[in-house]
């Protein structure tokens, strides 16, 4: 491979990413220069991110020399990495440098001679012999300063170390000033050597808050209205020394809106740091609180802890998350959210306490838009233009933000590895729970966690290889499910059903290929997969239809193949308006997923009044809004079920799978509970065998299933009973499975 582009010059950024060098370096065989160009490149921006050095960079450069020996830049970097660490390491010896005063008790200054002395000692082992024996080529040579600040640390080291080795008793002989003299020459010859330093790696220590905005990925819009917001603050600063009068003072609180890990706490610490550069607030700390914080369980301790907080953010910033939490609607009067509310509005309001510090609440777009327009004094306080709504992050925005969070940790994702963590974010991507770069980060986290819990470092190995993530790294999930087997082993290894599992298996055949036509740009059937699971309890419905969910997972129509099991009960309220936001909560659960509702039919009762009615509705409203994200199963008796279709034409067009679920045969109880015996290591004498078999085909059963394991469990409790005072056995006896009959039978009919 011929690199695109060439670099030669370490004042110019490489024209390749991090990223980028790293998967050439991984992917392509190179020509060995252009291997040592491209470590080199890999040491420029690692040494960016560690400007006082780091373990990894000389043994890439040491490569990269091995590579290319007469490769300048390399040599460059070399020196450019050693120049950062003395400055670095002189620097941080200057500041922490004890200030020695000639007032300073005896025991005192010796303390602080001695510290000294050990700092300056340590510098100067920093220092290279090699470059200080350097030729110097004019009197600005870096080498020049190079040495000449060597020789002033040492001076200064012999000083302090002669001071020590002459003290005499409670007597030194040092010169203060001689020893702040040559401080003040070693601060001016660093700042000298620094101006030999390319300017890219020079990271100042205070940089603008602006700039710092700027550094954060995406939110283009957000960006912009904190410049312009800047900007207006800035300028209402500056009339004010002109000696114009600002009557209306402009508001520093501010709602930030936006679903979770779309970067609110971020951005209140920036703010806090633009209030601060503007002169507006006195400190950029930033008081994290919620409800917990603030609301308390009797009356008047949540005054006191919101004021506590107040204290404690005055001068800076309260930012309250999750701020709707504090007053919801339908909360009972022993709430005491709201004395939180109306002590921080009488705070920011406040003669004492009014212009210190600047509140920022934040939470859903949707949640914070209700709890502000039932709270008008605290609407009323924070003006328009200061509420800021953060969107979600953009699919190739959320991939740079895995990108980033891999490198950070020294590690990088192959290209198949980069689609499979695209394929990670889609299926987290259900609802608007999705943690955004919290949920991205948290995905890096967990892959590095599996790569690092399956590898063993050892010194052969090529150094690539422990940064590297590939798709086989990111197949956790896959790992975590193995033990259960594919969602169509499990069907088959399920008893009976026959017409059942030839149905799943049909329309898992049809998805697949409608998938594969969808990849290869053919035009594709819509696909109904809204079912109705109809037969008496105990046949199988819910255990068939988290099948049926891994199954859809596995087609890759679901993005997480999860099961939740809802009731009426779990659907309808008592009181007008809460049926729909019942529903609503348990449909956003199922998202990605399937809703199993569980005996569906008492949705429809026939009553016009009837809440049940709404709860249809809703669920026919959010079938349509969600579409392939949610699959919903009625069940329950087949008659029952016909009816409840048959009442709502939302329901009749969207339910056209229809599976029935019959009784089980005796036979196949009988399998059915060898089985279940013998998943816990249990059989069944032949007697014991022979007694269910005549009891099943003699007499009718209900439950089904059910059934079955209600006698597995008393079964396996009159076996332990009579077994109490003799060696254990596995083997049920006539005897055990007798007494079990009589126990389920006798439950059945009470």
């Known amino acids: 491979m011929a690199l695109d582009h060439q670099w030669t010059s370490l004042e110019t950024a490489p024209p390749w990413s991090e990223t980028e060098i790293l998967r050439m370096l991984d992917e392509h065989s190179l020509e060995p220069a252009e291997e040592a160009l491209l470590y080199v490149a890999y040491a420029y921006y690692r040494l960016q991110r560690y400007p006082e050095g780091d373990a990894l960079s000389p043994y890439i450069l040491k490569r990269a020399k091995e590579k290319k020996q007469t490769l300048k830049l390399a040599r460059d970097m070399e020196v450019v990495q050693h120049l950062l660490s003395v400055v670095h390491h002189t620097r941080t010896a200057v500041q922490e440098a004890p200030m020695i005063h000639e007032t300073d008790h005896i025991s005192q200054k010796m303390k602080k001679t001695a510290d000294l002395h050990d700092s300056l000692h340590l510098l100067l082992k920093y220092f290279d012999e090699g470059y200080l024996n350097h030729t110097v080529v004019d009197a600005a040579s870096k080498w020049k300063t190079y040495q000449e600040l060597y020789e002033i640390i040492r001076q200064l080291e012999s000083i302090v170390r002669e001071a020590l080795e002459t003290r005499e008793g409670k007597r030194m002989k040092l010169s203060v000033t001689d020893v702040t003299l040559l401080l003040r020459q070693v601060k001016e010859k660093t700042n000298e050597l620094k101006l030999h330093i390319p300017q890219s790696f020079l990271q100042e220590e205070k940089r603008f808050a602006l700039d710092a905005l700027e550094d954060m990925i995406g939110l283009e819009e957000v960006k912009t209205y904190i410049h312009q917001y800047y900007h207006f603050l800035k300028y209402q600063q500056d009339r004010k020394t002109y000696g114009f009068s600002m009557v209306d003072a402009p508001s520093l609180h501010m709602i930030m809106t936006g679903n979770p890990g779309t970067g609110k706490t971020t951005l209140a610490r920036l703010l806090a740091e633009i209030y601060y550069e503007l002169g507006l607030l006195q400190s950029t700390e930033v008081v994290e609180v919620n409800r917990s914080h603030l609301v308390g369980s009797y009356m008047g301790q949540s005054e006191e802890n919101t004021m506590n907080y107040i204290k404690e953010a005055a001068g800076g910033i309260l930012f309250i998350d999750e701020a709707y939490s504090l007053k919801r ?188 036509r969808k990849q290869e740009g053919y035009p594709t059937v819509p696909i109904q997969l809204h079912s109705v699971f109809s037969g008496n309890p105990g046949t199988g419905k819910t255990t068939v239809a988290e099948i049926y969910a891994s199954v859809l997972k596995e087609c890759g129509l679901l993005k997480r193949g999860h099961v939740v099991v809802a009731s009426r009960s779990d659907l309808v309220a008592g009181f007008v308006g809460q049926t729909a936001m019942k529903t609503k909560k348990k449909i956003r659960e199922a998202l990605g997923g399937v809703l199993f509702i569980d005996e569906a039919y008492s949705l429809h009762s026939g009553n016009r009044d009837d809440f049940g009615r709404e709860a249809i509705e809703t669920l026919v409203d959010e079938m349509t809004k969600h579409n392939e994200n949610l699959v919903v199963i009625l069940a329950g008796y087949e008659k029952e079920m016909k009816r409840l279709i048959e009442s709502n034409p939302g329901l009749s067009s969207r339910f056209k799978k229809f599976f029935h679920f019959p009784d089980y045969s005796p036979q196949e109880m009988l399998e059915m509970m060898e089985k279940l015996a013998g998943a816990y290591q249990y059989e069944l004498s032949g007697e014991a065998r022979n007694y269910l078999e005549r009891q099943l085909e003699a007499n009718e059963v209900e439950g089904n299933g059910r059934f079955i394991g209600n006698l597995m469990d008393e079964a396996v409790q009159y076996h332990a009973w009579l077994q109490m005072e003799e060696k254990p056995e596995h083997v049920f006896s006539k005897e055990d499975i007798e007494e079990a009959w009589k126990a389920v039978r006798r439950e059945s009919k009470a």
């Not at 600047?358 to 306080?381: D, H, K, T």
């Not at 699919?395 to 740079?400: A, N, P």
């Not at 050892?458 to 690539?464: H, I, K, V």
């Not at 026959?498 to 594969?516: D, G, I, N, P, R």
């Open 329 to 516: 609607e339908g909360q009972s009067g022993n709430d005491y959210g709201q004395a939180v509310i109306d002590t921080l509005v009488s705070a920011m309001t406040s003669k004492e306490y009014g212009g210190t510090f600047a509140v920022i609440l934040a939470g859903y777009p949707e949640e914070m838009r209700q709890f502000l327009w039932a709270n008008p004094g605290l609407r009323s306080r924070i003006p328009d233009q200061n509420r800021v709504d953060l969107p979600d992050y953009s699919l190739d925005e959320l991939l740079e933000i895995g990108e980033k969070a891999a490198l950070e940790n020294d590690f990088f994702f192959t290209r198949a590895a980069l689609r499979r963590l695209e394929a990670l974010i889609e299926k987290e991507q259900v609802d608007e729970s999705f943690g955004n770069a919290r949920s991205v980060r948290n995905l890096v986290t967990k892959t590095i966690f599996y790569k690092g819990s399956r590898e063993v470092i050892r010194t052969s190995d090529d150094w690539l290889s422990h940064m590297r993530i590939t798709e086989s790294d990111m197949r956790w999930e896959e790992e975590e499910s193995k033990d259960t087997g594919s969602g169509m082993e499990r069907l088959q290894n399920l008893i009976g059903l026959y017409a059942v599992k030839e149905e799943v298996e049909k329309l898992s055949s049809f998805v697949q290929m409608q998938q594969k």
